[in-house]
Nanobody, 126 residues
Framework: QVQLVESGGGLVQAGGSLRLSCVAS?????????????MGWYRQAPGKQRELVAS???????IHADSVKGRFTISKDYAKRALYLQMDGLKPEDTAVYYC???????????????WGQGTQVTVSS
């Protein structure tokens, strides 16, 4: 029932920037309903577990993992029903598949019942 479509991944040199986008279909999130869902970005690097890197709560508070604070910024555009991750000062260790996620229920935390995007590859060269 939830459709999340990601874009914006690619290959970038260390120190460069990328912006990831995640767009929810109109049938999934209205401009009002999107604010009722906690959403976030996860990443999974080779040999590592999937980790939450940034999230927006239903109250529109932002949380960023310590490893990306000051470099990554999560945001929403309610008019476009979109979630973004602006990534600046990229490092080779940021290389991973990045996944957009939405909580499985309105006003619920991200967790085991997440809806997921398809993932987009981010590769940072040294």
């Amino acid at each position: 029932q939830v459709q999340l479509v990601e874009s914006g991944g690619g290959l970038v040199q260390a120190g460069g920037s990328l912006r990831l986008s995640c767009v929810a279909s109109e049938r999934t999130f209205s401009n009002y309903a999107i604010s009722s869902y906690v959403m976030g970005w996860y990443r999974q690097a080779p040999g590592k577990q999937r980790e939450l890197v940034a999230s927006l709560t239903s109250a529109r508070s932002t949380i960023h993992a310590d490893s990306v604070k000051g470099r990554f910024t999560i945001s929403k555009d309610y008019a476009k029903r979109a979630l973004y991750l602006q990534m600046d000062g990229l490092k080779p260790e940021d290389t991973a598949v990045y996944y957009c996620a939405a909580a499985g229920r309105p006003y619920s935390a991200l967790g085991s019942d997440n809806y997921w995007g398809q993932g987009t590859q981010v590769t940072v060269s040294s």
